[in-house]
């Protein structure tokens, strides 16, 4: 866990903009108006920021910097002084970004990289935020709770904005893991500590780099993130009800809990499943293709159940009755989820349609989801 929160290098610019691996990338440009200027290009770590190279500018302001690509998305900034432009590498691509010294941080193009525009979008939109915010901070007019309560509009309007626009929208694009991250001085726009709601954002992005991205260290430290703060709401909702629960009791995993009631009335945890191969798939047995589909998982879980597969099918059917007709005499884990297509489930896990299936290892992590995977069975028996 001791990576969590380490990633709050995002929330300490205030003018910071970020963008956007032969296994080389590249970023090249003009920072205009800033001749013997040092330009730096940093690395934004998890644990900290580290200068990977610099270079005195000339009257022209050219500059190109090239690193070793990695697997998985990486942040960078390009930095003079306070002003910063952040950039995000995804490949070995090559991002080109033109700037006007001083206001570099606001005031650049970038092309090369849809990521690194995003990203700019995002973070001109967090500068509009604070600019709002201070403006409601000196109006004079506005008593301290009103200004407060005027503040906290505009945030809760900022992030529905960016939760539909961006997070949800792409959850395993870089642009989505750096919105999380954004802030207003030491507020930290999204925070999963506090709010459910932004545990849910953490954890959509969190199960996309799972999946996109399996073993990234940015993607293990956005599940514990979600993961805690998860463990700190269930401490806090038990507090509430005046129920005492040990902290240590309150279990981690890999993968984020569902906890729901099988068609034989008991509530089943994913997380029990631990030691088992699990195939979590989402179903709706009113669909048109649901009686092929469930005669496919029957001999996969026929052939396969006593070596250690499971299969946890998570139902979205509306019409509970129904249901519990079509898993009668099903062998596997079947559970219901009463908020079908508006369930809560279905952001954690970034469910864009239905059918989708997940596998999950013996450990507990999730490993591949049904985009990723070609041959089923394959994937399967590597897991066996």
């Known amino acids: 866990m001791k990576h969590i929160w380490k990633a709050t290098a995002f929330m300490m610019a205030a003018f910071t903009i970020t963008s956007c691996n032969d296994n080389k990338f590249t970023v090249e440009g003009q920072i205009t108006n800033a001749k013997d200027s040092l330009l730096y290009f940093e690395n934004v770590g998890i644990e900290g920021i580290n200068v990977l190279d610099s270079v005195k500018l ?13 697997s998985a998305p990486e942040f960078y900034r390009l930095r003079i002084a306070d002003q910063i432009i952040n950039v995000s590498i995804d490949s070995t691509e090559t991002v080109q970004i033109k700037g006007e010294y001083p206001g570099m941080a606001s005031n650049y193009t970038v092309n090369g990289s849809e990521n690194c525009e995003k990203i ?5 939109k967090q500068m509009a935020l604070q600019s709002q915010a201070i403006a409601l901070q000196q109006n004079t007019t506005l008593g301290i709770a009103a200004a407060n309560d005027s503040i906290q509009s505009l945030i809760n309007a900022y992030k529905e904005d960016v939760k539909l626009n961006y997070i949800y929208k792409e959850p395993m694009k870089a642009y989505s893991y750096f919105a999380l991250f954004q802030a207003i001085g030491n507020y930290l726009i999204f925070n999963p500590r506090t709010s459910k709601d ?31 703060g998860m463990k700190n709401q269930r401490l806090v909702d038990a507090q509430n009800a005046d129920i005492q629960v040990d902290a240590s009791k309150v279990q981690e995993s890999g993968v984020l809990d569902i906890a729901l009631i099988d068609n034989k009335g008991q ?6 499943l631990k030691g088992q191969v699990v195939l979590l798939d989402f179903h ?21 159940h006593a070596q250690g597969l499971e299969i946890y099918q998570v139902s979205l059917d509306g019409d509970e009755h129904f249901w519990k007709q079509q898993t009668a005499a099903l062998p596997w884990i079947s559970v ?14 970034n469910i864009q349609a239905v059918p989708d299936f997940f596998l999950i290892d013996r450990g507990n992590n999730l490993v ?5 995977i070609k041959d089923l069975e394959a994937e399967i028996k590597k897991l066996l």
């Open 267 to 272: 509530e089943r945890h994913l997380t029990d």
């Open 58 to 70: 000339s009257e022209n302001g050219d500059f190109s910097f090239k690193e070793d690509a990695t």
């Open 198 to 228: 932004d545990i849910k954002a953490f954890a959509a992005v969190a199960t996309s780099w799972d999946t996109y991205y399996p073993h990234a260290e940015r993607g293990q430290n956005l599940h514990n993130i979600a993961i805690e």
């Open 284 to 304: 709706v047995f009113a669909l048109e293709d649901s009686p092929t589909r469930i005669i496919m998982l029957r001999e996969l879980y026929n052939k396969y």
């Open 120 to 124: 700019k979008e995002l973070t001109l």
């Open 336 to 349: 219901r989820d009463g908020e079908g297509i508006n369930s809560q489930r279905l952001m954690l896990y």
């Open 368 to 372: 591949k989801r049904a985009a990723q």
